[in-house]
């Protein structure tokens, strides 16, 4: 079975707790805080596998869950980092948000990719002892991992994509000139599932072909095995269509060409647009002047393709074929890489988060108490060691209003302020 699109879930892992702890030693009356760092989240990461070349593995195992960090300990011990998940896929594998449909990344290089990250440890108090606050009893709580549905979509990488009705010779041509061996059968849809083939032309030199399964009438609408396994040959840099000259199915060249040029066009105008060269498949049972080859050239010539007589049985034509494909993929683009869609920004699960939904209660002890998860986010990435890190965290509070709702909600100077596992006095 062949599966070239499956949806799957990811999550990181959550961020450990910071540790509250003080140092006690034998002749130290009362140590310092010591409290060490929470363990970051495990990341979700993609790779790609050369070995592979569908998306079957996902087909029994769908959801991904790295591992937590560890909590801070005592003696400034840090939490254990959990440990990352790699997800591999095979090249071309485009991986999407399943929700809003958008590209985050193209798997068509050798890089590995991190989808979601693991949540950052919380600090230990070890990092909260001020000139005014030696004894800080409180620690940071790590964050929550990264979640996304996704959805996986393989598009092989090919520079050249065989198209035709089933039985045209897709297979038969692609063995002829490869090492690949895929099936061939008098009858039709033979091919179920997309392959490809490195076609050698000298050293140092050649190219990539993709065999996709035969597309007939009504492929859109879902005829025969549909059309979405075109998507295999979407990035290909120029089409090879090739068409049954035999007449052996009581067709002529000219119509079957037609009714893949108007499948191409269903599926995707650009993909109906791109450079093509017609084979014509099968010379061997035919005269030199057959009719049926002549007016198929007639047309071809008028949309500006050219056709070339093959033979996969006799191999006549081939290496004029296979020298064609090679002058004209000399002057066309590379493959295509798609670009991501997204933006670091709409990746954040935090996302819609925002200053205006931080809540402020009064605990039992009087202090003010803001929850929400904008503040959250801020308060997670501000380094309370750090001078220029602490005032971005005043002017982040400032203009995201939460020091006006303080004051409305009648906070006046020296009150305690609680945001997360962080207590301040307001100063105003
Ligand atoms: N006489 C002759 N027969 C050929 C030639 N090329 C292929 N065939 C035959 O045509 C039939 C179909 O070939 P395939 O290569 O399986 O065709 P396909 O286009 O891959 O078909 P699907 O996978 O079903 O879409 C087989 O019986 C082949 O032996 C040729 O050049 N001459
Ligand atoms: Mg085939």
């Not at 303080?406 to 962080?422: N, P, Q, S």
Request: net charge negative; glycine share 12%; hydrophobic share 35%.
């Amino acid at each position: 079975m062949f599966i070239d699109k499956i949806k799957i879930f990811v999550k990181a892992g959550a961020g450990g707790n910071g540790a509250v702890s003080f140092r006690r030693e034998k002749y130290v009356a009362q140590g310092g805080p010591d409290g060490g760092d929470g363990g970051n989240g495990g990341n979700i990461i993609f790779k790609t596998d050369e070995g592979t070349n569908t998306l079957l593995a996902f087909r029994y195992k769908r959801k991904f869950i790295a591992e937590p960090g560890g909590n801070g300990e005592g003696a400034k011990r840090h939490g254990k980092n959990g440990a990352d998940i790699i997800i591999k896929v095979p090249k071309g594998t485009i991986i999407r948000n399943a929700e809003s449909g958008k590209i985050i990344k193209d798997m068509s290089d050798d890089e590995p990719f991190t989808v979601c990250k693991g949540g950052r440890g919380g600090w230990g108090n070890k990092h909260f002892a001020t000139p005014t606050r030696q004894i800080p009893r409180f620690a940071k709580n790590g964050l929550p991992g990264d979640e996304k549905e996704l959805v996986l979509e393989l598009k092989m990488i090919a520079d050249v994509g065989l198209v035709g009705l089933p039985s045209a010779g897709k297979s038969s041509l692609l063995a002829a000139v490869s090492q690949a061996r895929p099936k061939v059968a008098e009858y039709h849809f033979t091919t179920l599932e997309p392959s490809l083939g490195v076609v050698n032309t000298g050293e140092d030199r050649g190219f990539v072909m993709a065999d996709i399964p035969g597309l007939i009438e009504g492929a859109a609408e879902g005829a025969g095995l549909g059309h979405d396994f075109l998507r295999h040959i979407e990035r290909c840099r120029l089409l090879l269509q090739v068409v049954d000259i035999s007449g052996i199915e009581g067709r002529t060249a000219s119509e079957d060409f037609d009714t893949i040029s108007q499948e191409l066009e269903e599926f995707s105008e650009e993909l109906a647009g791109r450079p093509r060269i017609i084979a014509a498949n099968k010379c061997d049972t035919i005269l030199p002047d057959d009719e049926n080859l002549a007016s198929l050239k007639i047309l071809a010539d008028a949309l500006g393709y050219k056709v070339f007589p093959i033979s996969t049985v006799t191999r006549e034509g081939i290496h004029e074929l296979l020298c064609e494909i090679e002058r004209q993929l000399a002057t066309l683009p590379p493959i295509t890489v798609y670009e991501s869609e997204t933006t670091e920004a709409d990746e954040e699960s935090y996302e819609d988060a925002l200053p205006e939904d931080t809540e402020i209660r009064r605990a039992p002890g009087g202090a003010f108490v803001c929850t929400g998860k904008w503040l959250e986010k801020l308060c997670g990435r501000i380094n309370f060691d750090d001078r220029e890190s602490l005032m971005y965290f005043q002017k982040s509070l400032n203009d995201g209003g939460i020091i006006d709702k303080l004051r409305a909600a009648g906070c006046a100077e020296g009150d305690t302020v609680k945001m997360f596992d962080i207590e301040f006095d307001f100063v105003d």
